[in-house]
């Protein structure tokens, strides 16, 4: 198995909603990352874990909340957000974080009404 | 600080020709990892190559080319015979190597070069 998944594909939440992304990878992997992408601009990091540890927060709001419950999962739970954050939200793995070669997955379109 | 550059915002080529990419880098690391990504309209990024910065070697693989130029801090990427396929959007990215700390798995991104290969 050479992917990273995630689930859903699209997500439509209104403010007050609190909903997850999940994302889960099989290859062994030990650094997973989440990304926020808006059209026609380049991935931003925002949180990276590695060996299942927090390891870079890139100073994200705290509506935001990364979790990472085992070495192949990583969620992203969203709560309180704004039509801003309406974006590509893409995770992605790498064997570690020093390696970098970053597989990522399909990403969640994620709309905020 | 890193800084990825890529001057070409959109590149519009007919089927066949050849087209070139060009990503241009600044960075105080000694040793650094270089970065394609295609993200077709499905949106996924998808993993082209990764270069060291200790290895200057140009790279082929089928119609795709990487030229890596440390002196210029240049590393283009050319596509051969062009197809319809090969539209997407193209980001050169970098990241340091043995930075330790918070750089650690950083990836820097260009802004990245709208492809459209037309029929």
């Known amino acids: 198995d050479t992917e990273v998944t995630q689930t859903p594909k699209h997500l439509v939440m209104g403010m007050t909603n609190k909903k997850s992304l999940k994302c889960e990878q099989h290859m062994g992997h030990r650094a997973m990352y989440w990304y926020k992408q808006k059209a026609k601009k380049p991935p931003e990091l925002m949180f990276v874990?590695?060996?299942?540890?927090?390891?870079i927060n890139e100073s994200v709001p705290s509506r935001f909340s990364p979790e990472c419950p085992n070495s192949s999962l990583l969620n992203l739970h969203l709560h309180a957000l704004q039509p801003e954050d309406s974006a590509l939200y893409l995770c992605?793995?790498?064997?570690?974080?020093?390696?970098?070669?970053?597989?990522f997955g399909p990403g969640t379109r994620l709309t905020v009404l | 600080a890193q800084k990825v550059t890529q001057a070409q915002t959109e590149i519009s080529v007919v089927e066949k020709e050849d087209v070139t990419l060009d990503c241009v880098y600044e960075?105080?690391?000694?040793?650094?990892?270089l970065f394609w990504y295609k993200q077709p309209p499905s949106g996924e990024l998808v993993f082209l190559i990764r270069?060291?910065?200790?290895?200057?070697q140009n790279e082929i693989s089928g119609r795709y080319s990487w030229n890596f130029q440390k002196s210029t801090s240049s590393f283009n990427f050319t596509i051969t015979a062009s197809q319809v396929v090969d539209s997407a959007v193209y980001f050169c990215a970098l990241s340091p190597i043995n930075a330790g700390g918070t750089s650690y798995g950083k990836l820097t991104f260009g802004q990245g070069t709208i492809l459209t290969v037309h029929p």
């Open positions: 960075t105080r690391d000694t040793t650094y990892y």
């Open positions: 992605a793995s790498s064997i570690r974080t020093a390696n970098n070669e970053q597989f």
């Open positions: 874990y590695s060996y299942e540890k927090l390891s």
């Open positions: 270069r060291n910065s200790f290895d200057e």
